[in-house]
């Protein structure tokens, strides 16, 4: 492997992460790779193995050949019309596990307030429409 590449992996690697504000602690828990070893990566002060380049890849759910590209397209992407969110909340124990739970009873809930109102406007445009 090249220092081209390696260094243009690394490059484009630290664009992405500080573009999308991915800390290197969740790339250290995704990686197992060690804090100190992967600042010493990020910083060009240790080369970087393909071994590594993998796990940085797959942290990310990226394929090395992703991170070689000349120009890293780091468009937005627009989640207006995503029906599902994710987040991460570290290692599952009880009470985040309980935290969890009432987040997603909390969206249920604003789900049908939200679709009680539509109904609601529905009715009034058809009793509108018999001149009340």
Known sequence: MTDYTQNLFIQNFNEYIDHYGIKQAFIVKRT???????????????PVTYEDMQSLSNALDKDIKYFL?????????????????????GAVDENKEKLANQVFDLLEHIDAILGVRRKLQKDALEVSDYGF
């Open 69 to 89: 590209q000349e120009k890293l397209d780091l468009s937005t992407p627009d989640y207006k019309d995503s029906a599902s969110i994710a987040f991460y909340m």
């Open 32 to 46: 197992g790779i060690e804090k100190n070893k992967l600042s010493r990566i990020l910083n060009s002060v240790q």
